[in-house]
């Protein structure tokens, strides 16, 4: 889960590590108020999951109340690459003397946690990594020993931080360590990380992802699941409990198991069609997770014609077949579906479809996943 | 032969008297497992279906002479049952479990390496292994296992996905083709076994004659298994990766299927693949048709 900058930030204060006074607004009457707290001058910043945003214009500095209303009333409602800004972060200008980069992340090749740093912060750490690997240093740490502090030091002089910045450096490195480990985040970014000219380092980004699997220990992340932007079928899909995520083709999916919906999606696309989602219904396949599942495809306009992909392992092909005979029942659908059933007593589940008595145009079953890709392909057209 | 478990494996399960442990420890020891125990703290003394239940690992170990856990327990007690049974000196452990958290599974990982080198972790978030007719452990489905064939060829399976695993074990024996050993190493983006280590074995095993290998998108586990394979495997092979069409920076089902930063893509991994001789299939029918073309010339 992507935090916004704003939550990044209040993430990192959890562990210590210095950003900017400031508050969060969703109106231009709230910025003004949190730019009075704050103290101008101020930065007024768009609050968007996505890269370029002090290029599209959604980043200003205001040095009182009439620019922040002005800068707040035209980056409210922006529309940057896609994403409309419903929230600005609203903070104290920072004056900065040097600018600087570090995050770690997994580095599922070494099975370690992974430092990078680099005395080159503020620009794209990618564009750095392109012109001039070697000013970016890499540092692998093995989960069980963590990083000390004397560690975190070395990392800063090979990085060539300078001298009078090497203490905060390595102590704001210990601190995001913390943070990335205890907070249990997939990616802890600071870009830049500032020196200031009175001598303090300071966070005035924040990149955080959080790893989902650890929800059950930070309650405290319900917040941010709130604020996370997600379509009306992605709304309906977990609100069901689904492992769903809208695309923007015309063949709705439903399969079992993750592997097998990837695989779905690349067979519907191989055979010329597109894919309107990606939905996982997990190992059961029961009617009630089968009529939920129908229920967030029928929600989508563009959906022409449903591909259900299951392969019957521990669930028995007559199970599944009873469930989406049931689930077909229960939801009008406004597209046909497309059923290709296989695996443990799947002769018996096809069976049972064709037995249903429900129309060929609504629901017809093909024995492989390459004819019944063909055949949904063929309806959505 | 097989690779890693057989008919001497002696299994305990942890976390038997739980819904998943019982259902699928039944259905493991009614395929033929030797499924000689249960482990679940507080309930030594009792029984499922005959199985007895201790209260550590260790007791367990020690009345029954289990090499073998499958651990069938919540995200948030898998750490600590896998590090139980490596303390325990249990050599190979399976973990169904999905949803632990990412640094738990870099710290179990990093225990392991360091302190417990002779046990094995497969998984978590793996369907589990089979050696049909011999030994099965996870929540594969049995029945849909050809069993392998005494003069051969028999073919080796590997897959980061559960239900493409079985569709994998499903070609084949439409195919009427044996299996020696089925591995599911997970989509978790720390497994305990890597598709490197399952090769090794299979290069290995004179059972084992080919391989399919069935990956997806997202880290670097397929590449690193093109260049092993170009080092090491002669047998031949084919593969699927799955996740050509996936957008990126969307996980896919899996905490590990994620594209991000133009790495891990389906594309870049079939290349790699490719370029180490491994015949490629656009879906896993194909990957399946491939292979039985690879058995047929094997056998002629």
């Known amino acids: ?381 | 032969m097989a690779i890693f478990v057989d008919q001497n494996t002696k299994v305990i399960v942890q976390g038997l008297t739980g819904g998943q442990g019982r259902f699928h420890g039944l259905r493991n020891k009614a395929y033929g497992t030797q499924v000689v125990g249960g482990v679940t703290p507080g309930k030594a003394g009792q029984d499922v279906e005959g199985i007895p239940v201790f209260d550590s690992v260790a007791d367990a170990v020690a009345a029954t002479g289990a090499n073998a856990s499958f651990i069938a327990v919540p995200p948030k007690a898998a750490p600590a049952a896998i590090l139980e049974a490596a303390r325990a000196g249990i050599g190979f452990v399976v973990c169904i479990t999905e949803g632990v958290p990412a640094q738990d599974e870099a710290r179990v990982f990093a225990t392991l390496q360091r302190d417990y080198p002779a046990t094995r972790l497969l998984g978590p978030n793996c369907p589990g292994i089979i050696s049909p007719g011999k030994c099965n452990i996870g929540i594969t489905a049995g029945e849909i296992a050809q069993l392998p064939s005494a003069s051969g060829p028999n073919v080796g399976i590997v897959s980061r996905s559960g239900t493409l695993t079985y569709q994998a074990l499903y070609e084949l024996k439409q195919q009427g083709i044996g299996v020696s050993t089925c591995v599911g190493i997970g989509g978790d983006p720390v497994p305990g076994t890597s598709f490197v280590d399952c090769l090794a074995q299979f290069q290995a095993d004179p059972e084992t004659h080919a391989i399919i290998m069935i990956g997806e998108i997202g880290g670097s586990a397929e590449e690193e298994a093109a260049e092993f394979i170009t080092n090491h495997v002669t047998k031949p092979m084919s593969a699927y990766i799955a996740g050509v069409t996936a957008p990126a920076g969307k996980k896919m089902g899996h905490a590990g299927a994620i594209v991000s930063g133009g790495k891990g893509t389906a594309q870049g991994k079939m290349d790699a693949l490719r370029a180490a001789g491994v015949q490629i299939g656009l879906n896993p029918t194909e990957a399946g048709i491939l292979m039985a073309e690879i058995v047929r010339t094997i056998r002629s």
């Not at chain 1, 970016?136 to 910045?165: E, Q, W, Y």
Request: hydrophobic residues 45%; proline residues 3%; charged residues 25%.
């Open chain 1, 1 to 381: 889960m992507d935090l916004f900058e704003y939550q990044g930030k209040q993430y990192f204060a959890q562990y210590n590590i210095p950003v900017s006074a400031g508050g969060v607004a969703t109106t231009v009457d709230e910025a003004v108020a949190v730019a009075l707290t704050a103290k101008y001058p101020v930065v007024v910043k768009a609050q968007v999951q996505v890269g370029g945003r002090g290029k599209a214009g959604g980043i200003k500095l205001a040095n009182d109340e009439a620019e922040v209303r002005l800068h707040a009333k035209n980056i409210l409602g922006m529309d940057i690459k896609g994403h409309v800004v419903k929230r600005v972060w609203v903070e104290h200008a920072s004056d900065i003397a040097e600018e600087y980069y570090a995050s770690f992340t997994l580095d599922r090749a070494a099975k370690q946690h992974l430092l990078m740093l680099s005395a080159q912060g503020g620009v794209e750490i990618e564009d750095v990594a392109a012109k001039d690997p070697t000013a970016i240093v890499k540092l692998h740490i093995n989960p069980i020993d963590g990083l000390s502090l004397a560690t975190a030091h070395r990392a800063c002089v090979d990085a060539k931080i300078p001298a009078k910045a090497l203490d905060g450096v390595a102590d704001m490195l210990v601190k995001l360590y913390n943070c990335f480990t205890q907070g249990d985040c997939d990616l802890a970014e600071i870009n830049p990380l500032i020196l200031k000219p009175t001598g303090e380092i300071h966070a005035l980004d924040a990149k955080v992802s959080l790893d989902v699997n650890a929800s059950f220990r930070h309650p405290e992340w319900a917040e941010y699941a709130a604020t996370e932007e997600l379509d009306a079928r992605e709304q309906l899909a977990r609100e069901k409990n689904l492992q769903y995520i809208g695309l923007d083709g015309t063949v709705g999916i439903i399969a079992n198991g993750a592997g097998l919906a990837m695989s779905t999606l690349d067979v519907v696309n191989q055979v010329g069609g597109s894919a309107a989602n990606f939905l996982d219904i997990g190992g059961g396949a029961n009617a009630e997770l089968m009529t939920a599942a129908l229920e967030v495809i029928n929600s989508d306009p563009k959906v022409k014609s449903i591909l259900i992909n299951i392969f019957g392992g521990i669930t028995r092909g007559e199970e599944v077949a009873k469930g989406i005979v049931e689930a077909v029942k229960r939801v009008a659908l406004r597209a046909p579906i497309v059923i290709r059933l296989d695996g443990t007593n799947a002769d018996e589940g096809r069976k049972i479809l064709a037995d249903a008595g429900i129309p060929e145009s609504q629901l017809t079953s093909r024995p492989t996943m390459l004819e019944a890709a063909r055949a949904a392909v063929e309806m959505a057209k």
